[in-house]
């Protein structure tokens, strides 16, 4: 298993939003399916969630590849 996942609460951080809005993101159709589901959640490839971001929130792309 890929050691670059992100969890709900990664996501949240990444995006600058609260859990509770990550997981409205995260049930959005546009959104990657998860990788596996775990004990603790439901992750994702960063990979994926990365290229989400540059789709639909190129502004926060631009900050994490400064």
Do not use: C, K
């Amino acid at each position: 298993m890929p050691t670059h996942l992100y969890g709900r609460g990664e996501i949240a951080r990444r995006l600058g939003v609260s859990r509770q809005r990550a997981g409205e993101i995260i049930d959005r159709a546009d959104f990657p399916e998860p990788y596996d589901v775990l004990g603790m959640g439901a992750v994702w490839r960063i990979a994926d969630v990365e290229e989400w971001i540059r789709r639909n929130r190129p502004h926060l792309a631009e900050e994490s590849e400064a």
